[in-house]
């Protein structure tokens, strides 16, 4: 998100191009994620979800998506308030949809999640090193009930999502699970193709 202290009147940044026309787009309602998803730019994505549903709960926003996906804290600030707020919210994946953001995709309102025809998408299991170095036992074996309590939060969610079983959604997501829009819509991640 862009930082608009060089910005006019109309909140559109002097030097024009790219950013620019970020800023523009989120005037109507929608938001672009097109990075890796960090807790900061969740906390950005989620005021303006916040600041869009206190405007207008009935009307619909648009979240655009082409990310590699990224950390599950940030994730999960983006789901939650997708889920508490009663604005409808239309997702699109138009490039990549992988890991976190391919959650955020079928967190969208049943019916109005979409894919462009040429995206791809990847789904898993949460990634991470293990047994991490230098740390003791006991932090270890925290650590590990962290992950797996997170895992199991992301399974149940593409299971809600997907419609797929859980036991199903906790096998495939053992490994990736690389998709084309074909794939992503008989998933259930996906309404729609585009």
């Known amino acids: 998100m862009k930082n608009c202290e060089d910005c006019d009147n109309e909140g559109v940044g002097n030097s024009s191009g790219y950013e620019d026309s ?6 109507g309602r929608t938001i672009f994620i ?3 998803v960090t807790n900061k730019m969740a906390s950005q994505v989620a005021a303006l979800l ?8 009935m009307a619909p926003i648009e979240i655009f998506i082409n ?5 599950i804290s940030g994730l999960f600030n983006i789901y939650d308030i997708m ?3 009663e604005a409808p919210i239309k ?8 890991s976190a953001a391919a959650v955020i995709l079928a967190a969208g309102t049943k019916g109005e999640r979409y894919g462009m025809k040429n995206c791809r998408l990847m789904v898993h299991g949460i990634q991470a090193v293990w047994p991490i170095p230098g740390l003791d036992p006991a932090g270890s074996h925290n650590y590990h009930h962290f992950l797996k309590e997170n895992n199991d939060n992301v399974m149940k969610i593409l299971a809600a999502h997907t419609g797929q079983d859980l036991e199903i959604i906790r ?5 990736d699970v690389w998709m084309n829009a074909n794939d992503a819509k008989r998933y259930g991640i996906i309404d729609h193709i585009i």
């Open 22 to 27: 970020h800023v523009v787009l989120t005037k």
């Open 34 to 36: 097109s990075e890796d």
């Open 50 to 57: 916040l600041h869009y549903n206190h405007e207008d709960h």
């Open 67 to 71: 990310s590699n996906g990224g950390a």
């Open 83 to 85: 889920q508490m707020i």
């Open 91 to 98: 997702t699109v994946c138009i490039g990549r949809c992988y």
């Open 171 to 175: 096998k495939d997501c053992l490994d």
